[in-house]
C-alpha cells in the first residue's frame, strides 16, 4: 500500500468516524473497564503496563529505536560543514564552498559550529539527534494527550504509517537527521500546543524561537496560525499585541537576514535566471508542482490527491464534530491546507521562482501531523468502550512486537560511527598542500563522494548541494556552475576557468590525456591529476 492509498485510508477511517459521531452523539457511553480482572483479562496487563509509560518518555524510545543513528545524512554533510567553516574559517582552508554568511542559518551554525571544536561529525549527528528527539518526546507528547492518544496508539501510527509518510509532498519531514529544522518543530509543537489552550505569551516566546532556527517553518506556519485568529474572531488588538511581541523578540535576527539576503541580494543583475536555476533544478522536489500547463509532477502528483482527502476529512472533521478541541485542531489545519493551495495557485504562475524559492510547500508535513491527530481524536469520539480501546492496543502491540525488533535488531550497526575514508581521500588529504581546489571531473553538475571535503579538509571547486543560505553569494555558486557545465561538455575550458578561479588538481572517473595535466594517483576508480604548471607554486 502506498502512501497515497494509505492517506486516502486515514482520510475515509476519519470522515465515517465522524458521521457516525456526528448522528449517535449522545448515544455511546464512557464504559470503565472493571480493573477486577479474571484469568483472561490478563492478556490486557502489558498493555496497560506500556500506556502508564509517561508518554515523553516513550516517545524518545520510539525515535531513539526507529531513528537513532550516528551515520551522516548527506543534509547533515553539508550542514556540519558549513557550520564548522563559519565557527573556525581554518576547517577548510579558503574554502569558497563552505564560507558564506550564517544568513538563515544563524541559529544551527552557533548550535553545530562551536559543537564541532570539541565532537567529531559522527559524535554530533549522534548527540544532536539524542537532543532534538528528547524536544519532540516533550512536545509531541503533548499533542497527542490533547488528542488522546495511548501509547501503543502512538507507537502503531509511527511505525506503520507516519514514519513513512510525514509529509504527502514536496518531500517534506518532521524527523531524521539533525539539523535547523530538527531544533525549530519541537519548540513549534509546543506552540502549537500553548496556542490551542489560548496562552499566547508562551506560545509566541516558542513560535519566535522556532522561526530563530528554521526562519521559514516559523513565518510560514505564522501566515497560517494569523488566518485562525481572524476566523476565530479574536479581537484585532491582541493579534497585534501578540504579533508585535513576535516580531519584538526576532527583531535583531530579522534585521541581520534583511542585509544578508534581501539587501546584498539586490545587488545581483540576473536574479530571475538565478532563481529559476535554484528552484528547478536544485530543488524541484521541493518546489515544483507542475510541469507544464497544470500537470502535476510526478513528485507531487500521488501527494496532493492524499492531501485532499485529508482536506476533506479535516473539513467534516470541523462541521460535524462538537468538542472544542477537535474543532480548533481542525480549524488550524483548514487554515494550513488553506496556505498550501494558494501556494499551488501562485506556483503556477511564478515564471522564475521567485516566489516558490521561499518553499511554500513546507507545511505539508504539518498538515499530515494534524491528519493523525485529528483522525485519532475522531475515533475516540466513536469508541469510547474502554475494554474495546484495551482490545484494539492489544491488537496493535502484537502487530508491533516483530516491526519493533527488526529497528532495535539494526541498532548496534547505526550507531556505530561510520569512519571508513576512502584510499583517494586518504591520499588528497595526506599529499595536497591545504587550501588546494579539486575539481571533480565527468560527474556533470551531480556531486561525488559527498564527505570528501569534510574527510580531506580540501574544497572543491563548486557543489551543486552546498547551495548558499539566501544571501549574495548565489551569483558566485551560479556562475560556477555555469563553469562546470562548460567544462563538462569541452575539458580544454577549464585552462581558461583558471584564469578566474583557483583550481589545483583534477579528479576524475575517466582517463585524462593533456599535455597541462600529470597523473598523481589512483583509487576507488577514480585519478588525480595535477596541473603542471602548479608544480612549482607555494601556498
Same mark, same amino acid.
Given at each position: 500500500?502506498?502512501?497515497?492509498?494509505?492517506?486516502?485510508?486515514?482520510?475515509?477511517?476519519?470522515?465515517?468516524?465522524l458521521?457516525?459521531?456526528?448522528f449517535?452523539?449522545?448515544t455511546a457511553?464512557?464504559k470503565?473497564f472493571?480493573?477486577?480482572?479474571?484469568?483472561a483479562?490478563?492478556?490486557?496487563?502489558?498493555?496497560?503496563?506500556?500506556?502508564?509509560?509517561?508518554g515523553?518518555?516513550?516517545?524518545f524510545?520510539?525515535l531513539?529505536v526507529?531513528?537513532?543513528?550516528?551515520?551522516?545524512t548527506q543534509?547533515?554533510e553539508?550542514?556540519?560543514?558549513?557550520?564548522l567553516?563559519?565557527?573556525?574559517?581554518?576547517?577548510?582552508?579558503?574554502?569558497?564552498v563552505?564560507?558564506e554568511?550564517?544568513?538563515a542559518?544563524?541559529?544551527?551554525?552557533?548550535?553545530?559550529?562551536?559543537?564541532?571544536?570539541?565532537?567529531?561529525?559522527e559524535?554530533l549527528?549522534?548527540?544532536?539527534?539524542?537532543?532534538?528527539y528528547?524536544?519532540y518526546a516533550?512536545?509531541?507528547?503533548?499533542?497527542?494527550?490533547?488528542?488522546?492518544l495511548?501509547?501503543?496508539?502512538i507507537a502503531?501510527i509511527?511505525?506503520?504509517?507516519?514514519?513513512?509518510?510525514?509529509?504527502?509532498?514536496?518531500?517534506?519531514?518532521?524527523y531524521?537527521?539533525?539539523?535547523?529544522k530538527?531544533?525549530?518543530?519541537?519548540?513549534?509543537?509546543l506552540?502549537?500546543?500553548?496556542?490551542?489552550?489560548?496562552?499566547?505569551?508562551?506560545?509566541?516566546v516558542?513560535?519566535?524561537?522556532?522561526t530563530?532556527f528554521?526562519?521559514?517553518?516559523?513565518?510560514w506556519?505564522? #501566515?497560517?496560525?494569523?488566518?485562525?485568529? +481572524? @476566523?476565530?474572531k $479574536?479581537? %484585532?488588538?491582541?493579534?497585534? *499585541?501578540? !504579533?508585535?511581541?513576535y516580531?519584538?523578540?526576532?527583531?535583531?535576527?530579522?534585521?541581520?537576514?534583511?542585509?544578508?539576503?534581501?539587501?546584498?541580494m539586490?545587488?545581483?543583475?540576473?536574479?530571475d535566471?538565478?532563481?529559476?536555476?535554484?528552484?528547478?533544478?536544485?530543488?524541484?522536489?521541493?518546489?515544483?508542482p507542475?510541469?507544464?500547463?497544470?500537470?502535476?509532477?510526478?513528485a507531487?502528483?500521488?501527494?496532493?490527491y492524499?492531501g485532499?482527502?485529508?482536506?476533506?476529512?479535516t473539513?467534516?472533521?470541523?462541521?460535524?464534530?462538537?468538542?472544542?478541541?477537535?474543532k480548533?485542531i481542525?480549524?488550524?489545519?483548514?487554515?494550513i491546507?488553506i496556505?498550501?493551495?494558494?501556494s499551488?495557485?501562485?506556483?503556477r504562475?511564478?515564471?522564475?521562482?521567485?516566489?516558490?524559492?521561499?518553499?511554500?510547500?513546507?507545511?505539508?508535513? #504539518?498538515?499530515?501531523?494534524?491528519g493523525? +491527530? @485529528?483522525?485519532? $481524536?475522531? %475515533?475516540k469520539?466513536v469508541? *469510547?468502550? !474502554?475494554r474495546?480501546?484495551?482490545?484494539?492496543?492489544?491488537?496493535f502491540?502484537?502487530?508491533?512486537?516483530l516491526p519493533?525488533?527488526?529497528?532495535?535488531?539494526?541498532?548496534?550497526e547505526r550507531l556505530?560511527?561510520?569512519t571508513?575514508v576512502?584510499?583517494?581521500?586518504?591520499?588528497?588529504?595526506?599529499h595536497?598542500?591545504?587550501g588546494s581546489?579539486?575539481y571533480?571531473h565527468?560527474?556533470?553538475l551531480?556531486d561525488?563522494?559527498?564527505?570528501?571535503?569534510?574527510?580531506?579538509?580540501?574544497?572543491?571547486?563548486v557543489?551543486?548541494l552546498v547551495?548558499?543560505?539566501?544571501?549574495?553569494?548565489?551569483?558566485?555558486?551560479y556562475?560556477?556552475?555555469?563553469?562546470?557545465?562548460?567544462?563538462?561538455?569541452?575539458?580544454l575550458?577549464?585552462?581558461?576557468?583558471?584564469?578566474?578561479?583557483r583550481?589545483?588538481?583534477?579528479l576524475?572517473?575517466?582517463k585524462?590525456?593533456?599535455?597541462?595535466l600529470?597523473?598523481?594517483?589512483?583509487?576507488?576508480?577514480l *585519478?588525480?591529476?595535477?596541473?603542471?604548471?602548479s608544480e612549482n607554486?607555494?601556498?
Amino acid at each position: 500500500m502506498d502512501n497515497f492509498e494509505k492517506t486516502a485510508a486515514i482520510a475515509l477511517i476519519t470522515l465515517v468516524s465522524l458521521i457516525f459521531a456526528h448522528f449517535k452523539r449522545g448515544t455511546a457511553e464512557e464504559k470503565p473497564f472493571n480493573h477486577n480482572k479474571t484469568t483472561a483479562d490478563l492478556i490486557f496487563v502489558p498493555v496497560e503496563v506500556i500506556n502508564k509509560i509517561p508518554g515523553p518518555l516513550f516517545l524518545f524510545f520510539l525515535l531513539a529505536v526507529a531513528l537513532l543513528s550516528s551515520h551522516l545524512t548527506q543534509n547533515e554533510e553539508t550542514v556540519f560543514a558549513t557550520a564548522l567553516q563559519w565557527a573556525d574559517p581554518q576547517f577548510i582552508l579558503n574554502s569558497s564552498v563552505f564560507t558564506e554568511p550564517a544568513g538563515a542559518r544563524l541559529g544551527i551554525n552557533i548550535v553545530a559550529g562551536y559543537a564541532l571544536k570539541i565532537l567529531t561529525f559522527e559524535q554530533l549527528a549522534l548527540c544532536g539527534r539524542i537532543v532534538s528527539y528528547v524536544l519532540y518526546a516533550f512536545s509531541l507528547s503533548k499533542l497527542f494527550k490533547m488528542a488522546r492518544l495511548k501509547n501503543l496508539e502512538i507507537a502503531f501510527i509511527f511505525i506503520f504509517y507516519y514514519l513513512g509518510c510525514q509529509s504527502l509532498f514536496a518531500a517534506e519531514w518532521l524527523y531524521g537527521g539533525f539539523e535547523s529544522k530538527t531544533i525549530a518543530y519541537p519548540f513549534l509543537f509546543l506552540a502549537i500546543y500553548y496556542y490551542l489552550q489560548e496562552r499566547f505569551t508562551a506560545a509566541v516566546v516558542l513560535h519566535a524561537l522556532a522561526t530563530f532556527f528554521h526562519v521559514l517553518i516559523g513565518f510560514w506556519f505564522a #501566515l497560517s496560525l494569523g488566518l485562525f485568529l +481572524l @476566523i476565530k474572531k $479574536y479581537p %484585532i488588538k491582541t493579534i497585534f *499585541k501578540y !504579533s508585535g511581541l513576535y516580531l519584538l523578540i526576532l527583531s535583531p535576527f530579522l534585521a541581520y537576514l534583511i542585509k544578508v539576503i534581501f539587501l546584498d541580494m539586490s545587488v545581483v543583475d540576473n536574479i530571475d535566471e538565478i532563481n529559476y536555476f535554484y528552484t528547478h533544478k536544485r530543488i524541484p522536489h521541493h518546489v515544483c508542482p507542475f510541469t507544464e500547463g497544470f500537470t502535476l509532477s510526478d513528485a507531487f502528483k500521488q501527494g496532493v490527491y492524499g492531501g485532499l482527502f485529508l482536506f476533506g476529512a479535516t473539513l467534516s472533521s470541523f462541521f460535524l464534530t462538537k468538542n472544542k478541541k477537535l474543532k480548533d485542531i481542525s480549524l488550524l489545519a483548514i487554515c494550513i491546507y488553506i496556505q498550501l493551495l494558494t501556494s499551488f495557485f501562485i506556483a503556477r504562475f511564478d515564471q522564475y521562482g521567485g516566489f516558490i524559492k521561499y518553499l511554500p510547500f513546507r507545511q505539508g508535513s #504539518l498538515a499530515v501531523l494534524f491528519g493523525v +491527530l @485529528i483522525l485519532s $481524536y475522531a %475515533i475516540k469520539e466513536v469508541v *469510547k468502550n !474502554s475494554r474495546v480501546l484495551l482490545s484494539l492496543n492489544t491488537v496493535f502491540l502484537v502487530l508491533l512486537i516483530l516491526p519493533v525488533w527488526d529497528h532495535i535488531k539494526q541498532m548496534p550497526e547505526r550507531l556505530v560511527p561510520d569512519t571508513t575514508v576512502l584510499d583517494i581521500e586518504a591520499y588528497v588529504r595526506d599529499h595536497t598542500p591545504p587550501g588546494s581546489v579539486i575539481y571533480f571531473h565527468g560527474f556533470g553538475l551531480r556531486d561525488a563522494i559527498h564527505e570528501f571535503s569534510r574527510k580531506t579538509r580540501r574544497d572543491k571547486f563548486v557543489s551543486l548541494l552546498v547551495s548558499p543560505s539566501g544571501t549574495a553569494k548565489f551569483e558566485d555558486w551560479y556562475t560556477r556552475l555555469n563553469v562546470k557545465y562548460k567544462i563538462e561538455k569541452d575539458f580544454l575550458l577549464i585552462n581558461k576557468a583558471r584564469e578566474r578561479y583557483r583550481i589545483d588538481y583534477v579528479l576524475s572517473n575517466t582517463k585524462l590525456n593533456y599535455n597541462f595535466l600529470t597523473f598523481i594517483y589512483e583509487a576507488n576508480n577514480l *585519478k588525480l591529476y595535477k596541473f603542471v604548471e602548479s608544480e612549482n607554486t607555494s601556498y
